[in-house]
Structure formats: C-alpha cells, structure tokens
T-cell receptor, first 116, second 115 residues
Framework: DADVTQTPRNRITKTGKRIMLECSQT?????MYWYRQDPGLGLRLIYY???????NKGEISDGYSVSRQAQAKFSLSLESAIPNQTALYFC???????????????FGPGTRLTVT | GDSVTQMEGPVTLSEEAFLTINCTYT??????LFWYVQYPGEGLQLLLK?????DKGSNKGFEATYRKETTSFHLEKGSVQVSDSAVYFC??????????????FGQGTILTVHP
C-alpha cells in the first residue's frame, strides 16, 4: 500500500462549488504539505503543517483552507472554486528534525482538479 | 528569499546519450539539495540528495554534486534510457530560520528519450 494517499484522484467541479481534497499518510511523519503544480511553474506551496496544532500559509494560500484532523490526515478545501484553480494538487510529508530528517519530502500520487 | 533555477527545457535525447540538467540556487541559509523525478501520471519521487558542500548524491545511474562555490547542483547521467523520460525537479530545503523543512522547487525540466 502507498505511504501517502490522496482522494479523489480526479475531480471535475463547477465554479463556485466547495470541494475538499484529502490526504492520508502511514509514514508516521509529523509534517504535511499541500502543493499545486501548474505547467512550467514547478510546484508551489499552498499550506503546511509541522504538527496537528501548527498550520501555516505557503506562498499561494489565497482561496484555500486546510484542516489537520490528525497526525495522519491533512485536508485541503477550496471554499468557492474558480477556473484558475484548475491544477494538479500534491500532498507531501516529511519527518521532523527530531526524527532524524534530512528534509526530503514524500509525495502522494496527486489529484487532478478541473474547475469549469 | 530562496529560489531554484533549472535549465530551460524540454530536453530531447537519443538513447545512450549523456544527460546534463543544470540547476542553480540562492538560499539565505545552508540548504539541503534534492532532485525529484515525476514519471507520467505519477507523483514526485526523490531521485537523489546532498546535504553538505562537495557531497555527491547518486541513484539509478544519476549523479549530482553539491557545489557551494558555484551554488549549483547539476544532474548528470552517462547513458540515458527511454525509461528515464520524465520531468525532473531540482529543489532545496533551507535549514536556517523559519523556513527550514520547506522545499523550494525549480520549474521542472521535461526529458524525452527516443530509442
């Protein structure tokens, strides 16, 4: 089984709808991240969480919100989807410094979101 | 702030050709450096890493050396295969200040290898 899973894998939604993307991990990592991938722009950080009580905005957080329900679960919500949020979304995890991390992150398979 | 710049793509090579993908970075602290690979339809996988100057990361025939003096981490492979066709991302994680543990990515380089 995959260490980092994302649901759904594909989603088409309409402008103005609320949508939630979910991420679960079995790696036991404290840190979780949400990224957005657009062609030619690499990955950009939306939100990150260093533990259940610590959530921080990334470089492109406007229009998004997150919830860290447990160490293993980190959800991304689009409160009112718009077409320019059409992208590939990735969840990632990493170990904490105390856990011996060398800072690499482990990625889920991605969710392809289309907003029409 | 931190940034990563990769060579412009896409890159198209014949099988068994030599590959270089350039990567340079700017960082306020002392970063760890990574190459990630994304195969079609998949998420990113860590390809190799280096955590200090002059370290060489290697995996699956790929290599990259952490060059602090030139702030570079170029990816090389001596003989590419069709199965190496993918998107390659250079990334850094700055170990200083409030940004430690977060990854900053380059824009990605698409590699296509023809038989």
């Amino acid at each position: 089984d995959a260490d980092v899973t994302q649901t759904p894998r594909n989603r088409i939604t309409k402008t103005g709808k609320r949508i939630m993307l979910e991420c679960s991990q079995t790696k036991g990592h404290d840190r979780m991240y949400w990224y957005r991938q657009d062609p030619g722009l690499g990955l950009r950080l939306i939100y990150y969480s260093f533990d259940v009580k610590d959530i921080n905005k990334g470089e492109i957080s406007d229009g998004y919100s997150v919830s860290r329900q447990a160490q293993a679960k980190f959800s991304l919500s689009l409160e009112s989807a718009i077409p320019n949020q059409t992208a590939l979304y990735f969840c990632a995890t990493s170990d904490s410094l105390a856990g011996g991390s060398t800072y690499e992150q482990y990625f889920g398979p991605g969710t392809r979101l289309t907003v029409t | 702030g931190d940034s990563v710049t990769q060579m412009e793509g896409p890159v198209t090579l014949s099988e068994e050709a030599f590959l270089t993908i350039n990567c340079t970075y700017t960082a306020t602290g002392y970063p760890s450096l990574f190459w990630y690979v994304q195969y079609p339809g998949e998420g990113l996988q860590l390809l190799l890493k280096a955590t200090k100057a002059d370290d060489k990361g290697s995996n699956k025939g790929f290599e990259a050396t952490y060059r602090k003096e030139t702030t570079s981490f170029h990816l090389e492979k001596g003989s590419v295969q069709v199965s190496d066709s993918a998107v390659y991302f250079c990334a850094l994680s700055d170990r200083g200040g409030t940004s430690y543990g977060k990854l900053t990515f380059g824009q990605g380089t698409i590699l296509t290898v023809h038989p």
